[in-house]
């Protein structure tokens, strides 16, 4: 059997009809003609985003009209993972095609040495106007080194929010409304008190759209809108945290104890055990409702794209640094090798350049991302990429495809389409594990070092040692 497959996205999940409209509109140019100019790039990235709780992978509860839209008229690589796990390192393998430990950036204090690297500096070289918009920084680096405008969270939303709301005393997370009501109060939770465009996540939609109107005719562009939602605050503008009611919000069930091995920070907030279901489902209530937040502001920059004549010649790529455990296993947040923490959104759309569509079932890590955008774009790949251009498996069916993903930072990790092996290497209280995904997806029957997986442990050792050396 071809070990490629296709999906066709079904209809967004959606009570009205702006899916529908907004599809028909990303799909009147589907399959057309090239463009004679280069594309602009919109890189858009999520942070805490679940690669499994989107309307489009068939989540029974999560609106995402937005991106469904995109991936059926696009293409969306359904198991794509971070490459790192963490938020800033995972948001400069992104951007430069390269791990952790190649580009040195294995925490959010750590300097990155070359610049040259991202891909802001190499599409400046073929006459990309480039901006950032949102939650990214790197330790004594000024954003206006690597771009030609800056609209940063850190700096300019936190002076936005200051000056608006002097009484806040710059707590940008307060709550108007708490929605946990039961259980023990380990994370905020709850609606902001925020309007939607005062929220972090409107102000970098609105600093988008200023980024994309001021686009000069004949002058490409991109730009890398790195969101600060929905991370672990759970918090959102109303109506979102009470979008969903909670009876519709299942979770998993909880253990006895905390599971071990423990996280490296081993925080109360890590975990959820027996008796803290009311509580997992106000969390889960309000990211879900943070997601559709999140869905709905991507959705005024693509209609802003549009208005403006400059969708159809723009490439736009949505994923997230990495997901949050959301109580699998009874763990919470990203810090963990399994799939609910690791496993991202990764969604392409480009109406001049696709002509297929939907999904694309191939391992993938989020290293692919800068040598696909490159690529995509019809400009020449420099050295140095650790992970080769996608553009094969989502322009050709059947084409060839090594199924793996790496994840490289405190955790060392190899997954496969059947497997995934978990060494420990910098973290400091994790264990070895294997797990046999086919049969146990859930990631729960650690088989490491049992005879009846000797041989898979054998080949994806030997794979990551030959990855260390290369």
């Known amino acids: 059997m071809d070990r490629y497959t296709q999906l066709k996205m079904s209809a967004p999940l959606t009570r009205r009809t702006f899916g529908a409209s907004l599809a028909g509109a990303l799909g009147l140019a589907a399959g057309a003609r090239a463009q004679s100019r280069p594309p602009n790039i919109l890189f858009l990235m999520g942070d805490n985003v679940r690669g499994d709780t989107l309307g489009y992978m068939g989540h029974p509860v999560v609106k995402t009209p937005t991106l469904d839209a995109l991936a059926r008229t696009g293409v969306a690589l359904t198991h794509c993972y971070s490459a790192a796990g963490g938020g800033n390192p995972s948001r400069v393998s992104a951007l430069s095609g390269r791990y952790p430990r190649t580009h040195g950036v294995t925490t959010a204090d750590s300097p990155l040495t070359d610049t040259s690297v991202l891909l802001p500096a190499i599409l400046s070289k073929h006459g990309y106007r480039t901006g950032l918009v949102g939650d990214f920084e790197l330790p004594g680096r000024d954003m206006a080194e690597l771009?030609?405008?800056?609209?940063?969270?850190?700096?300019d939303y936190k002076a936005?929010?200051?000056?608006?709301?002097?009484?806040?005393?710059?707590?940008?997370?307060?709550?108007?409304?708490?929605?946990?009501?039961?259980?023990?109060?380990?994370?905020?939770?709850?609606?902001?008190?925020?309007?939607?465009?005062?929220?972090?996540v409107?102000?970098?939609?609105?600093?988008?759209?200023?980024?994309?109107?001021?686009?000069?005719?004949?002058?490409?562009?991109?730009?890398?809108?790195?969101?600060?939602d929905p991370a672990n605050s759970y918090i959102s503008p109303f109506p979102w945290p009470t979008r969903y009611p909670p009876q519709q919000i299942s979770i998993p069930r909880l253990p006895e104890e905390r599971p071990k091995p423990p996280t490296a920070e081993d925080q109360p907030s890590d975990y959820v055990t027996k008796g803290d279901e009311a509580a997992l489902i106000d969390?889960?209530?309000?990211?879900?409702?943070?997601v559709s937040y999140l869905d709905e502001q991507i959705g005024r920059i693509v209609r802003k794209l549009r208005s403006?004549?400059?969708?159809?010649?723009?490439?736009?790529?949505?994923?997230?640094?990495?997901?949050?455990?959301?109580?699998?296993?009874?763990?919470?947040?990203?810090?963990?090798?399994?799939?609910?923490a690791i496993h991202t959104p990764c969604t392409l759309h480009y109406e001049a350049g696709f002509k297929i569509s939907g999904g694309v079932h191939r391992v993938t890590d989020t290293t692919c991302l800068a040598p696909t955008l490159l690529d995509l774009a019809g400009l020449p790949l420099p050295e140095g990429f650790q992970t080769p251009?996608?553009?094969?498996?989502v322009t050709v069916v059947g084409a060839e495809w090594d199924d793996a993903a790496l994840l490289d930072n405190r955790f060392h990790a190899l997954r496969t389409a059947e497997w995934k092996l978990v060494e420990p290497r910098d973290h400091p209280?994790?264990?070895?594990?294997?797990?046999?995904?086919?049969?146990?997806?859930?990631?729960?029957?650690?088989?490491?070092?049992?005879?009846?997986?000797?041989?898979?442990?054998?080949?994806?050792?030997?794979?990551?040692?030959?990855?260390?050396?290369?």
């Not at 771009?147 to 700096?155: E, H, I, K, V």
């Not at 251009?389 to 498996?393: F, G, M």
Request: proline content about 5%; glycine content about 10%.
């Open 147 to 155: 771009f030609d405008s800056s609209a940063t969270f850190s700096g």
């Open 160 to 200: 936005f929010f200051e000056e608006k709301f002097p009484d806040r005393n710059g707590d940008i997370y307060a709550l108007a409304r708490k929605v946990q009501a039961q259980g023990p109060v380990r994370w905020r939770v709850g609606g902001s008190i925020l309007s939607a465009e005062d929220h972090p």
């Open 202 to 228: 409107g102000w970098m939609a609105n600093r988008t759209i200023d980024f994309v109107q001021a686009a000069k005719e004949g002058e490409p562009w991109f730009c890398f809108v790195s969101f600060h």
């Open 283 to 290: 969390v889960r209530r309000a990211y879900f409702g943070g």
């Open 308 to 340: 403006l004549g400059q969708l159809e010649n723009t490439l736009i790529v949505f994923t997230s640094a990495h997901g949050d455990m959301l109580g699998d296993q009874g763990r919470m947040g990203p810090e963990a090798p399994y799939d609910g």
């Open 389 to 393: 251009s996608a553009k094969q498996i």
């Open 429 to 470: 209280t994790w264990t070895p594990e294997l797990y046999h995904l086919t049969d146990d997806p859930a990631e729960t029957n650690n088989l490491y070092g049992k005879p009846e997986a000797s041989k898979a442990q054998a080949d994806l050792a030997k794979r990551l040692q030959a990855w260390e050396e290369a």
